[in-house]
């Protein structure tokens, strides 16, 4: 199977269920359902939802460019991916679907899906550093310490600069 067609695959599945299909399952559960006013904060929540949505697909191009894998535990990078969005902070990706999640928490004016998205955003956090870290420690050592000393978990930073020249 292509890397394309896995990235799309994964991309549908996983982050399409978290960031898109389970927000809308619980505003399609309200009174009102999915029926929304556009006003000020409808126009707002473009923002987050198109931010995120566009840091998730940077960082999919990347992993299968740089690191010719995928964001699927399964099928990982060979290569560790520390260029791009990923010189700023570890996890873009993570926090590009919190982003789309939280722009439809706004859009749709639904503290549930807000809930929601703490909620997802303790799973992720639980996730990377329980299982997703370690794995990495074992798969690329040395490098990906010195990664993990200079670039921050969740909020972004100084570029990381790597002292060789390895995506």
Known sequence: MSLFLK?????????????V?????????????LATR??????????????GAAIY????????????GTPAPFDAPKQLVVRGLYRYVRNPMYIGVLLVTAGWALLFNAWPV??????????????????EEPS???QFGLSYEQYCRAVRRWLPGPPYEPSNNRS
């Open 7 to 19: 990235n799309l695959l994964f991309t549908i599945f996983v982050p399409g269920t978290a960031a």
């Open 114 to 131: 807000l809930v929601y998205a703490l909620g997802l955003s303790l799973a992720f956090h639980l996730f990377v550093v329980l299982i």
């Open 38 to 51: 556009w006003g000020l904060q409808q126009y707002l929540a473009l923002l987050p939802l198109l931010l």
């Open 57 to 68: 697909l940077h960082c999919v191009y990347g992993f299968a460019v740089l690191g010719r």
């Open 136 to 138: 990495l420690r074992r």
């Open 21 to 33: 299909l389970l927000p809308f399952l619980i505003v399609a559960n309200r009174p009102e359902g």
